[in-house]
């Protein structure tokens, strides 16, 4: 199933600054209503979490979180997941955990 995700820096800088966020040790993550029939996802690891081979892990598991627990999500929103230099050198079930965890705050599961 694929993913849609967040591309234009317009479209981040808007969820910033009107969403609400959470974060743990590992993530942050920023919700905020898209008024549509879909989410929509965007990642973002800075520099500080690594070079770009372990940026690149750290993405690919969180979006690889997101792919496995789409249905349990609910619908309409644009969500946008910053990675913490903690997050670096996690496996695949601490970001899991982590993602599920944030969305369970920002109260965006299904029961």
Excluded: C, P, W
């Excluded at 849609?4 to 974060?23: E, L, P, T």
């Excluded at 690891?45 to 997101?66: A, D, P, Q």
């Excluded at 349990?72 to 695949?92: C, H, M, P």
């Excluded at 079930?93 to 109260?107: F, N």
């Amino acid at each position: 199933m694929v993913v849609d995700s967040i591309k234009k820096n317009r479209d981040f800088v808007k969820v910033y600054r009107q969403g609400k966020s959470y974060a743990n040790k590992y993530l942050v993550m920023y919700v905020l209503k898209n008024n549509s029939e879909k989410n929509r996802y965007g990642i973002s690891v800075s520099k500080k979490v690594g070079n770009s081979v372990v940026r690149h892990r750290v993405t690919r598991l969180i979006r690889e979180s997101i792919r496995l627990n789409l249905e349990q999500f609910e619908k309409g929103f644009d969500i946008v997941l910053i990675a913490r230099n903690t997050a670096k050198g996690k496996s695949y079930y601490e970001i899991e955990s982590a993602v599920l965890h944030l969305a369970k705050m920002h109260h965006i599961i299904k029961r």
